[in-house]
């Protein structure tokens, strides 16, 4: 079955304490993205990745880190959290021309 | 990428069509449009996209006006699981790929 797979799907967390949102795709999709979704402000993204070893950022990439090694994963790293990072974060693949955006099912983060 | 405008919300019920509005009167030649939806605080989910010509996959209907200046998302059966957010977003199919959700229309489909 295609899917993106994130883990945890929730975690609670301390300020400064690092920690990492693993996604991983299985359609051999190049393109990988973060989004994360705050009450009012919809879906915004953090970084992308156009294929192994290129990454970008997004529109809100502050505190947040990437890394492309492998084609199927895309791990979002939070290496100091803090609060204003409590969102709900969703990865996603596509392939990079046209075509449907495949979602993972979510991971919520608080930090406390 | 140009802007869409949606109704924030409205109601269908159960059974019956529900006809989702869309407006991208900015929308470029090359622009596609694309609809998903999201339910409840899930992932959002790909439901169709097009051009300029009509389209219908085993989820949904979109109608394009001939100037591509609005959209109509049809759901022809609506059901209790089609509640959700539905997002009309227009964007060239290629390159960076960011998807820019604007706030959708939040579809009630009530029994």
């Known amino acids: 079955e295609a899917q993106v797979t994130q883990n945890p799907r929730y975690l609670i967390t301390v300020t400064g304490k690092k920690l990492t949102v693993t996604c991983s795709q299985n359609m051999n999709h190049e393109y990988m993205s973060w989004y994360r979704q705050d009450p009012g402000l919809g879906l915004r993204q953090i970084y992308y990745s156009m294929n192994v070893e290129v990454t970008d950022k997004g529109d809100v990439p502050e505190g947040y880190k990437v890394s492309r090694k492998e084609k199927r994963n895309f791990p979002l790293i939070l290496e100091s959290p803090s609060p204003n990072q409590t969102s709900l974060y969703f990865c996603?693949?596509?392939?990079?021309?046209?075509?449907?955006?495949?979602f993972g099912q979510g991971t919520r983060l608080t930090v406390v | 990428d140009a802007k869409t405008t949606q109704p924030p919300s409205m109601d269908c019920a159960e059974g019956r069509a529900a006809n989702l509005p869309c407006n991208h009167s900015t929308i470029s030649g090359n622009e596609y449009v694309y609809w998903y939806r999201q339910i409840h605080s899930q992932g959002p989910q790909y439901i169709i996209h097009?051009?300029?010509n009509n389209e219908t996959n085993e989820m949904a209907s979109l109608i394009i006006t001939e100037d591509r200046k609005s959209s109509t998302l049809i759901l022809p059966h609506a059901t209790l699981r089609d509640t959700a957010v539905y997002y009309c977003?227009?964007?060239?199919?290629?390159?960076?790929?960011?998807?820019?959700f604007g706030t959708g229309t939040r579809l009630q489909v009530f029994p």
């Open positions: 996603a693949s596509s392939f990079l021309v046209g075509g449907e955006a495949f």
């Open positions: 097009g051009l300029k």
């Open positions: 977003i227009v964007r060239v199919p290629y390159n960076t790929d960011k998807l820019i």
